[in-house]
């Protein structure tokens, strides 16, 4: 015969399953402020300019800070093309740019990737192209 009544629950494993359902309100209460601040678009307008070079890295990224205040600005340059010996990311040191002003990125070549980041708002990732 099939005995048709489920198993009984244990108080400890019930306890259990309240703490991890607990924790999980908890961490997800702490989370949410968290990301809402990360979702901010970081204001800054990015344009790049060919510029003459003998090195073979023609474009510079011109990164103009839109807000009211200012911005610490990082980030990293993700190469396209990297040999063996070489790392495949560049960094971009911490620099502040008061409103209105620009921040630069030099030493481009066609595809790279700069993502640059500030506190409090999401990074911002662009392409370099291949053409003007």
């Given at each position: 015969m099939i005995n048709s009544h489920p198993l009984p629950v244990r108080s400890s494993?019930?306890?259990?399953?309240?703490?991890?359902l607990a924790c999980a309100f908890v961490l997800s209460l702490v989370a949410i402020p968290a990301l809402q601040a990360a979702d901010k678009p970081l204001p800054v307008t990015a344009t790049f300019e060919k510029v003459a070079s003998t090195e073979g890295t023609p474009f510079v990224l011109h990164l103009k800070n839109d807000s009211k205040d200012t911005l610490k600005l990082s980030g990293k340059v993700l190469l396209s093309v990297v040999?063996?010996?070489?790392?495949?990311?560049?960094?971009?040191?911490?620099?502040?740019?008061?409103?209105?002003?620009?921040?630069?990125?030099?030493?481009?070549?066609?595809?790279?990737?700069?993502?640059?980041?500030a506190a409090g708002f999401a990074p911002l990732e662009v392409k370099v192209p291949f053409k003007l």
């Amino acid at each position: 015969m099939i005995n048709s009544h489920p198993l009984p629950v244990r108080s400890s494993t019930r306890r259990h399953a309240l703490l991890a359902l607990a924790c999980a309100f908890v961490l997800s209460l702490v989370a949410i402020p968290a990301l809402q601040a990360a979702d901010k678009p970081l204001p800054v307008t990015a344009t790049f300019e060919k510029v003459a070079s003998t090195e073979g890295t023609p474009f510079v990224l011109h990164l103009k800070n839109d807000s009211k205040d200012t911005l610490k600005l990082s980030g990293k340059v993700l190469l396209s093309v990297v040999n063996h010996a070489m790392d495949k990311a560049r960094a971009v040191p911490e620099q502040s740019v008061e409103a209105g002003k620009v921040m630069t990125v030099t030493g481009l070549s066609g595809d790279d990737k700069v993502i640059v980041s500030a506190a409090g708002f999401a990074p911002l990732e662009v392409k370099v192209p291949f053409k003007l």
